[in-house]
């Protein structure tokens, strides 16, 4: 995915600025994920656990992708100050990628007990802290929405068509490896979301040279909303239409 991206995006904007957001839009949106499961217990549906562990495996090869793009790509040039060991220490071991997969070891060895235990703070508190989350993160995405005028019409819709043909074909995918329609949900609404925490701090170190302003708004203030209200629902409906749909692409 970062890699069609990145020469989608090529016909626009400079190297640099390319591979940051196929980085972006090639890694997962945590909190959308989320968003989804709550979406499938309103439904008396629950993902299979599994699935934690694709939200964590997705998240940092969209990195380390849009660095190797932009290192072959980008104009020749002294790169003294260039470091593999720090461009995968920050891919790899990240904050938000050891938070995740640290809480996966810790539940594993803690088990329903240590589920049974912080329960008041991960289960009955939890919408009320993603709600604070989620208007602070809005106030810093509107803040920088106006900078997407810079780079002319072409990002707006770009935010908009790749997570849906991302997520496409994350349903496509699910339908193969015959996933339950809940797990296709989830493994399609990876596919389609981006990162705004992750891959913003990996870019600031590996490519200093693209701009935030560009990358950060597109991913929190057009396509994670657009895939709260609009996305989730839309896969879910074609997931369960696939078998009508798929057969009409193939013929």
């Known amino acids: ?21 196929a980085a972006t839009y090639g890694s997962i949106s945590a909190v959308t994920y989320i968003t989804a499961v709550t979406f499938l217990q309103t439904l008396g549906l629950e993902p299979a656990g599994y699935m ?15 660095i190797i793009l932009a290192r072959i790509f980008a104009p020749k040039k002294e ?7 720090a461009v995968f220490r920050e891919a790899f071991l990240n904050g938000s990628v050891l938070l995740i997969t640290g809480s996966l070891l810790i539940g594993l060895i803690s088990g329903e007990e240590g ?17 604070f989350f989620l208007l602070d993160m809005g106030l810093l995405a509107a803040e920088r929405l106006g900078d997407l005028k810079s780079a002319g019409f072409f990002l707006p819709p770009f935010a908009i068509v790749i997570p849906v043909l991302n ?5 496509v995918l699910s339908k193969l490896i015959g996933l339950q329609p809940e797990n296709a949900l989830m493994l399609s609404i990876l596919c389609a979301s981006a990162s705004y925490i992750a891959v913003p701090a990996a870019m600031r170190l590996s490519l200093p040279e693209a701009n935030p302003s560009l990358y950060v708004p597109m991913a929190l203030a057009i396509t994670f909303p657009f895939n709260i209200i609009v996305g989730i629902p839309l896969y879910y409906y074609l997931i369960n239409k696939a078998d009508e749909l798929i057969p009409l692409f193939w013929k």
Do not use: H, Q
């Open 52 to 66: 934690v562990a694709a939200l964590a495996l997705m998240e940092a090869p969209a990195i380390v992708i849009a």
């Open 1 to 21: 995915m970062p890699i069609y991206a990145f020469f989608i995006l090529r016909l626009k904007l400079d190297v640099y600025n390319a591979a940051a957001i």
């Open 79 to 85: 790169n003294g100050e260039f470091s593999w060991p």
């Open 115 to 131: 589920w049974d235990t912080l329960k008041p703070f991960t289960k009955d508190i939890f919408k009320g802290m993603l709600s």
């Open 167 to 171: 997520g496409c074909i994350g349903i």
